[in-house]
């Protein structure tokens, strides 16, 4: 079906404003992804995946201004030994960046490897060629032809030391795009963190290959600038008892659209994807997620808990394709939202497609106001209504964060949230 005129002129006033990179071993898939972009056209309100957010200042040719933003906070997980890598409004930092080298791992940045031969040529755009299948997703190819940087991580063992991919912004104006490649090798393992605002528009895609019996742990933790806007893609593909855990906290922010999209191939994989989003007055928040179960004896688990107030909005659009050979499915999905006034809204897009008969798959998705019942409990005890709001917000969201494995890091989040909250009091 040929595309509306309006959705050709609005993505090629997109690709006009950007410039393709040129030279090295993703040429061939840039050109690909630019192909499918025009085939696809940018998306639009009118498209089943983009009908609760509006993605027209995420698609448009000039990046909306965002003012910057000082918090007065370090990185969330400044406390942790970690390898740091710097980016600022998109431009790696190396005077900020640690050395990029590590024991049992290689990390080279995108715009500097131009070996024909490199490992990084076999998934540069491969997982988020196959996410483009049942569902459409332009932004992640967008991305893929015109992200002139990034990371590409190779993990051969057990690392020790989280790498942890730091965010600035510093430009009222800036438009970032970045593309990373993680490639865990059998029996290896790595933790990879994120953090900070990035920049006034930023689009990210992270391709993430987790081979037989590798673990792969990831932890975000996005904000505060209240005005930024970010589209961020996690492609991930997962070998025989492998295991991939992500989990994402956002706080303020006008827009942010997060997906993560998982194809389960290997036998007694297990994928735990969730996150958590505090949000507030202009603040609207979308997270989409699509895993693909196409093998046998494999567990998932989406937990996505949002807080909203003051008008926000939350978005949550989950589903768990189960393919007819993947028997003995464990699927698990909720999706909660915690209104703290009557002008804010969470809309939900549950789903499950089940073509095996041997499986156990659930979802769930509630929306609802503070329980009165323990909100009475802890006044009639002495706690004053605002810190007793805030004790039985974080018992809410305690199931998403729960789904950190490093205790440290669980920690941190929290605390980032208590800070949300405290600053509100009063």
């Given at each position: 079906m040929a595309l509306p005129q309006l959705k050709i002129d609005a993505t090629e006033a997109r690709i006009a404003a950007l410039e393709l990179p040129q030279g090295g071993w993703a040429d061939a898939a840039r050109r690909d992804a630019l192909e499918r972009v025009r085939a696809m056209g940018l998306p639009g309100t009118r498209d089943e995946y983009w009908k609760y957010t509006d993605p027209r200042s995420l698609v448009q040719a000039d990046a909306p201004t965002a003012s910057l933003f000082d918090g007065g906070e370090g990185p969330i997980f400044g406390a942790i030994d970690a390898l740091k890598i710097v980016f600022t409004d998109g431009?790696?930092?190396?005077?900020?960046?640690?050395?990029?080298s590590g024991e049992n791992l290689t990390i080279e940045r995108l715009a500097e490897s131009t070996a024909d031969l490199h490992w990084a040529r076999d998934l540069y755009g491969v997982?988020?060629?196959?996410?483009?299948?049942?569902?459409?997703?332009?932004?992640?190819?967008?991305?893929?032809?015109?992200?002139?940087?990034?990371?590409l991580i190779h993990v051969t063992g057990k690392v020790e030391k989280p790498i942890y991919l730091i965010y600035h912004h510093r430009s009222e104006n800036s438009d970032a795009m970045l593309h990373h490649l993680v490639k865990v090798e059998q029996g290896a393992s790595v933790t990879l963190l994120e953090s900070g605002p990035a920049a006034a528009r930023f689009n990210t895609c992270m391709e993430v290959d987790v081979a037989?019996?590798?673990?792969?742990?990831?932890?975000r933790a996005q904000g505060r600038d209240h005005e930024r806007r970010a589209a961020t893609h996690v492609f991930g593909?997962?070998?025989?008892?492998?295991?991939?855990?992500?989990?994402?906290?956002?706080?303020?922010?006008?827009?942010?659209?997060?997906?993560?999209?998982?194809?389960?191939?290997?036998?007694?994989?297990?994928?735990?994807?969730?996150?958590?989003?505090v949000g507030d007055g202009e603040f609207h928040h979308d997270d989409t997620v699509f895993i693909t179960h196409d093998a046998v004896n494999c567990e998932s688990r989406q937990v996505f808990k949002k807080v909203l107030r003051n008008g926000a909005t939350g978005v949550f659009q989950g589903k768990i394709l189960?393919?007819?050979?993947?028997?003995?499915?464990?699927?698990?999905q909720i999706s909660q939202s915690l209104l703290l006034d009557g002008d804010s809204q969470f809309l939900a897009k549950p789903e499950l497609e089940i073509y095996a008969d041997d499986v156990a798959c659930s979802h769930?998705?509630?929306?609802?106001a503070i329980d009165e019942e323990a909100l009475f409990y802890l006044r009639s005890r002495g706690v004053p209504a605002d810190i007793a709001t805030n004790l039985?917000?974080?018992?809410?969201?305690?199931?998403?964060?729960?789904?950190?494995?490093?205790e440290a890091l669980g920690e941190a989040i929290v605390n980032r949230?208590?800070?949300?909250?405290?600053?509100?009091?009063?």
């Open positions: 431009v790696f930092d190396a005077a900020e960046s640690d050395d990029l997982l988020e060629n196959n996410g483009q299948t049942p569902v459409q997703r332009p932004l992640a190819a967008l991305n893929t032809a015109f992200a002139n940087d990034g990371v037989d019996g590798a673990e792969f742990h990831h932890v593909r997962l070998g025989t008892e492998s295991v991939f855990k992500s989990f994402t906290l956002t706080v303020n922010g006008v827009l942010t659209r997060n997906e993560v999209v998982l194809e389960l191939t290997g036998d007694d994989a297990t994928a735990h994807v969730a996150g958590a989003c189960v393919k007819p050979d993947a028997q003995k499915t464990d699927g698990y769930g998705s509630t929306s609802g039985l917000t974080l018992a809410f969201l305690a199931e998403a964060v729960d789904e950190i494995d490093d949230i208590e800070g949300w909250l405290d600053r509100r009091i009063g």
